[in-house]
């Protein structure tokens, strides 16, 4: 094992992220860890270690991300991993939703994500060498959960900008895996990472029971054990062909599967229609 890797990881303050960064420390790896948060950071993580660097970052400003990028490296000399795990999760149905509310959500967990790696490329193309992980959500895969289309889309739309960056950056020794995790055991569903609609609508009865299931049921029961999740990662990140599309969860590995047949059933019961469309010679 590389001991000597750092990894850059955001969103490090709680969840899979909080998790990650505890095993990396355990395991001797060098971490730059950011979070809004820098007392709840290093309360979180709870070690002073000359491998850990605390970072105050705001997600949202190129400056702020630049920053703690280079300070980063200034400590440990590069940068080998990064993780991009900071976001939340916004509850509502298209309809409800303001149009600030969808757009905050999408500033956080797709355009604080293309801050990072647009600040952080110029050094792992220098050095020819490098891991970005996307952290989606199995809801990047499968949006068919009422309440949760504008959180689902921001997620896909990880899926799509991470295949994009693995074809841009694969001449330069670089990978990228975007990460779908299903329901792990952390504190996503909680206030501060969960949010709801400001302007519920009554006639959306299934959105409102799922939100309640999730708060009430699902929260604190989740099947996922981060710390395995972390363990996944940690493995994938020293594979020398890393895989670009990593699930994580048996619950995410089923619902892909099972859409992944869909897909491929309305494939073939489309086949004719889809193939009928080309100019015939």
């Known amino acids: 094992m590389d001991t000597k890797k750092v990894w850059f990881v955001t969103g490090a303050s709680k969840g899979l992220g909080l998790a990650l960064v505890k095993k990396l420390l355990s395991k001797g790896y060098k971490v730059a860890a950011t979070s809004r948060n820098l007392n709840v950071l290093r309360e979180a993580v709870g070690t002073l270690s000359a491998d850990f660097l605390p970072l105050q970052m705001d997600l949202l400003n190129e400056d702020s991300v630049s920053d703690s990028i280079s300070k980063a490296i200034e400590m440990f000399g590069k940068l080998d991993v990064v993780v991009n795990n900071a976001g939340y999760g916004q509850a509502g149905t298209l309809e409800e939703l303001t149009d600030k509310e969808s757009r905050q959500n999408f500033d956080v967990n797709v355009f604080g994500v293309l801050n990072v790696i647009r600040r952080v490329m110029p050094y792992l193309r220098a050095q020819k060498s490098g891991h970005i992980f996307n952290i989606s959500s ?103 062909n890393p895989a670009l599309h990593l699930f994580l969860g048996k619950d995410a590995y089923d619902m892909a599967k099972n859409k992944i047949e869909v897909i491929q059933s309305a494939l073939e019961e489309n086949k004719v229609l889809a193939t009928s469309t080309d100019f015939t010679e």
């Open 138 to 240: 199995v809801g990047g895969f499968i949006g068919s959960f009422p309440s949760f289309g504008i959180y689902c889309a921001t997620k896909y739309a990880l899926v799509g900008l991470t295949e994009a960056l693995m074809a841009e950056v694969k001449p330069f020794g670089i990978s990228a895996t975007v990460v779908y995790p299903g329901y792990f055991r952390t504190n996503f569903l909680e206030e501060d990472s969960f949010s709801l609609p400001n302007n519920p609508m009554a006639d959306y009865t299934e959105a409102r029971e799922l939100e309640n299931m999730h708060i009430n049921q699902i929260s604190g029961n989740q099947a996922g054990d981060p710390d395995k999740a972390a363990d996944v990662l940690i493995e994938v990140a020293g594979q020398t």
